[in-house]
């Protein structure tokens, strides 16, 4: 006769036979749908290019060798690929800019709207959230009219007679940043205010009970405690900066490319498939490394707060 525990166990194989066979759709999904083009996107990075695009089925590295390096014309000597690094150095740049301006805008928005009444909050995050509805390229474009050389901003501050002629603001990192911030600030506002939410804030009014004024109860209360949306906050923003297309493709013009453009266009004019394949994988491995810093930096976090 079986006894309680081997009953026990085998009920616990058959519960886990069954979650498997309920989550086999959903896995199968994603092996097709995620797994599947990356594998795709890591053989052809390993393949020769073909005249014409697509690849020859022959195993080679220079796709992996044209990120960083190209070959002199004359004498077929390696050099750094400038334009590359400096585009990876862009990409990069920017990301960090724009994730910075998104907290500084993001968390003062959230902090606001996680102190209104609790009737009217609901009403707060719908404002916020209206820009999702719109799709992405016509926000873009909204943020082409403000800033261009006969847009709202030059032309305001010619009325007032601050400038006498257009600012070219079009075409530049300037005008990259800008669109990127007003694109993902609110990717940046909603999990900071998740965080501010759940803050105690009678921990505030203790703080200025011990005579700590605003910015130490800020630096020393406040920040610690929402952290956690703080870092969410900043990989939501991060990454999909690292790989946007629309926003450097209409606000800066062929010659400030991103990496998402320097991938599109390998794909496309360049025909270049196995450079695409290689850059697309580069930008993979740079988006991994963040969020292993991000892990690395979140458990030094924990047990130092244990």
Not at 28 to 42: D, K, N
Request: overall charge positive.
């Amino acid at each position: 006769m079986a006894t309680a525990r081997e009953i026990a166990e085998a009920a616990e194989r058959r519960d886990i036979r069954q979650r498997w066979l309920l989550s086999a759709p959903a896995l199968v999904v994603i092996f097709f749908a995620g797994i599947g083009p990356l594998a795709i996107m890591v053989v052809y990075s390993f393949l020769e290019k073909s005249g014409y695009g697509g690849v020859v089925w022959k195993f080679s590295t220079a796709g992996w060798e044209s990120v960083f390096f190209q070959r002199d014309i004359f004498d077929d000597t390696l050099q750094f690929a400038d334009a590359h690094l400096s585009i990876f150095w862009r990409s990069v740049k920017l990301s960090v800019i724009t994730t910075f301006l998104t907290l500084i805008f993001g968390f003062p928005t959230a902090f606001f709207i996680a102190t209104r009444p609790e009737r009217t909050r609901d009403l707060w995050l719908f404002l916020i959230t209206i820009p999702f509805w719109t799709n992405l390229l016509i926000r873009t474009f909204a943020i082409q009219e403000v800033i261009r050389n006969e847009g709202i901003a030059n032309t305001v501050l010619i009325k007032l007679g601050i400038i006498s002629q257009p600012i070219q603001m079009m075409f530049t990192d300037f005008a990259i940043m800008l669109g990127m911030t007003y694109v993902f600030l609110p990717l940046m506002v909603l999990p900071l205010y998740a965080s501010l939410e759940k803050l105690d804030f009678r921990l505030v009014e203790a703080g200025y009970d011990l005579y700590a004024n605003r910015f130490q109860v800020l630096r020393r209360i406040i920040i610690p405690l929402v952290k956690p949306g703080i870092i969410a906050g900043s990989i939501l923003v991060f990454i999909p900066c690292l790989g946007a297309y629309v926003t450097p493709r209409v606000l800066g013009g062929g010659k400030n490319l991103m990496i998402g453009n320097l991938i599109e266009l390998q794909f496309g004019q360049g025909r270049n498939w196995p450079l695409g394949a290689a850059l697309s994988i580069t930008l993979l491995i740079i988006v991994v490394a963040a969020l292993l810093v991000y892990v690395r930096q979140a458990s030094k976090s924990g047990q130092r707060h244990g």
